[in-house]
């Protein structure tokens, strides 16, 4: 596609429940970031790839969260053992980066999770 | 780390002109800018790179003080399209991760 695709866009669940989102980059796109938003923040970064490695997890809240990208492209963030606090659109992001540093971000139209 | 954004919400009426502002404690490498409409991804408008630069198109445009640690949003002329809530994200270094204010919420009326 020619944008950033994460599914589901919606995905309701109960305490306690284990959860994965799903994020597919723009072709070519090196960087790959996942943001949480809850309602009236900014995004909250979570971590951050290049190419398949994770150059920076510091935001990812506990251990219940997790990230991969095995190939370099498609990212799955998973979520165990939900709690309520993780409601929230998750955004993921891609970019090319090629001036070096985070280039433009090209978000997806996110992950709303409700954790019930 | 998270960059301070002011004002919280700015209301304008069409024409008008707005300022917003985004301020770090810590040396930046870069500030990016970006908008977002309600219910929406946030979409790029600029990244400004060096202390001092200056950046804009249309009649959105930017300035970034390497050594105040601040960069400023310009908005002249408003439209009623610029509604919409606007983000900083700040770079300390090079290669580093991007960190969002928590954004300042701009209504223009007709």
């Known amino acids: 596609g020619a944008g950033v695709s994460q599914t589901p866009s919606n995905k309701v669940t109960e305490k306690g429940k284990y959860v994965e989102l799903r994020c597919d980059p723009i072709?070519?796109?090196?960087?790959l970031y996942w943001y949480r938003q809850s309602l009236g923040q900014g995004p909250e970064f979570l971590i951050y790839?290049?190419?398949?490695?994770?150059?920076?997890d510091s935001g990812l809240p506990n251990d219940r969260f997790f990230a991969v990208r095995p190939e370099g492209s498609v990212s799955t963030l998973k979520i165990q053992r939900t709690e309520r606090g993780d409601s929230a659109v998750y955004l993921c992001?891609?970019?090319?980066?090629?001036?070096?540093?985070?280039?433009?971000?090209?978000f997806g139209e996110g992950s709303r999770l409700t954790v019930l | 780390q998270q960059p301070v954004q002011s004002p919280q919400a700015v209301i304008l009426r069409e024409g008008e002109d707005a300022v917003i502002n985004c301020s770090s404690s810590k040396a930046l490498y870069s500030v990016h800018w970006y908008r977002q409409k309600h219910g929406e991804a946030p979409v790029f408008l600029m990244i400004?790179?060096?202390?001092?630069e200056q950046k804009g198109h249309d009649k959105i445009s930017a300035s970034f003080n390497e050594k105040k640690q601040q960069s400023s949003l310009y908005l002249t002329a408003s439209q009623l399209s610029y509604s919409g809530t606007y983000f900083c994200?700040?770079?300390?270094?090079?290669?580093?991760?991007?960190?969002f204010g928590a954004g300042t919420i701009l209504r223009v009326k007709s």
């Open positions: 994200g700040t770079e300390r270094k090079y290669g580093n991760k991007l960190v």
């Open positions: 072709s070519g796109h090196t960087a």
């Open positions: 992001a891609s970019s090319f980066a090629a001036q070096g540093g985070t280039g433009e971000l090209f």
């Open positions: 790839f290049q190419g398949t490695g994770a150059a920076d």
């Open positions: 400004l790179l060096k202390g001092g």
